[in-house]
């Protein structure tokens, strides 16, 4: 009886360590802001005229199997790499706490799964959408961040497509269909997501500018480090969300309201990198990073809720 009491709590931790290896290796809080886009996309799909709540939950899984496996792969390719940076170093992988082949048989199972979810209760060209973007962002977007900076604009592509692989699940069309120009919502959000994370991401590596160096990533626009260009760089994006934010009022998808919510928002996320621009500072790096979840989250619930 003694040694029950003593085994019982060993199993329950062991299971709840495990847990937690699984949830970083998805990389579960990124992953669930990725496919929160994805759901809002599909919501906004003009086919869709009320919600079914079990379709929205297949979605969610779908879109968490698939980014999961993606983030996985990421793991497994940077294992030594992770292992070198302070923030990564206690990821499941780069830490020794499972194996490399564990990494890929989920990866693999996870994806496949994910993109089946995908085609059998949606259809086929949000599941090929999302083979893409897997692929895009493993085995494309991955290595190159040790080669170029350029690795950022490419990585914008998978970035964005979950807004495009949640319109066309909900629309079965991402071109002009019977709904006219309001098909094309999918354009519109993969571009707002796309342009939204040149100042989100340069803000993160402006703060781990270090340990991206000590591991050989590139991924700020100059190769001195945090500097003014880079700080320009990312006005120049967030001044572009200001026309590309336009887009889902002139094609009908959204009203008025949310119009200028998302100008308003905008011009604060050209205000925060004017900021990061004047102070070259981490702290002004910061601002920039966490006012661009907030814009993110309520750029895309003022889309939802104003959605014509």
Not at 86 to 98: D, H, L, N, S, V
Request: charged letters at 10%; proline letters at 4%; a positive charge.
């Amino acid at each position: 009886m003694q040694q029950s009491e003593t085994v019982q709590p060993e199993k329950k931790n062991g299971a709840m360590t495990r847990l937690r290896d699984y949830l970083l290796l998805i990389k579960f809080s990124l992953t669930t802001m990725v496919v929160f886009s994805a759901v809002i996309s599909y919501l906004l799909a003009p086919k869709i005229v009320a919600y079914d709540w079990a379709m929205i939950a297949v979605l969610f899984l779908a879109g968490m199997l698939v980014t999961g496996s993606a983030n996985t792969i990421n793991q497994v390719v940077e294992k030594d790499t992770d292992a070198l940076m302070k923030r990564t170093a206690g990821r499941p992988i780069a830490a020794g706490r499972m194996s490399v082949t564990e990494g890929w048989a989920f990866a693999l199972i996870s994806g496949a799964l994910g993109v089946f979810l995908l085609w059998y209760y949606f259809n086929g060209l949000s599941a090929g959408l999302a083979a893409f973007s897997l692929f895009l962002y493993a085995f494309v977007y991955t290595p190159l961040k040790k080669v170029n900076s350029i690795s950022v604009l490419v990585g914008a592509f998978p970035g964005g497509l979950p807004c495009l692989i949640g319109f066309a699940a909900g629309n079965d069309t991402i071109f002009v269909g019977e709904h006219g120009l309001q098909d094309l919502g999918g354009w519109a959000l993969f571009a707002i997501q796309f342009f939204w994370q040149f100042p989100h991401f340069w803000a993160i590596a402006w703060i781990a500018h270090k340990d991206y160096e000590a591991a050989g990533f590139k991924m700020l626009p100059s190769e001195k480090g945090p500097t003014k260009y880079s700080a320009i760089q990312s006005i120049v994006y967030s001044v572009l969300l200001i026309p590309v934010g336009l887009a889902p009022y002139f094609i009908g998808l959204t009203g008025w309201v949310s119009l200028l919510i998302l100008l308003v928002c905008n011009l604060g996320m050209v205000g925060l990198s004017i900021r990061l621009y004047t102070k070259m500072e981490k702290s002004a790096a910061r601002g920039v990073m966490f006012g661009s979840y907030i814009y993110l989250m309520i750029v895309f619930f003022a889309l939802v809720a104003d959605k014509v």
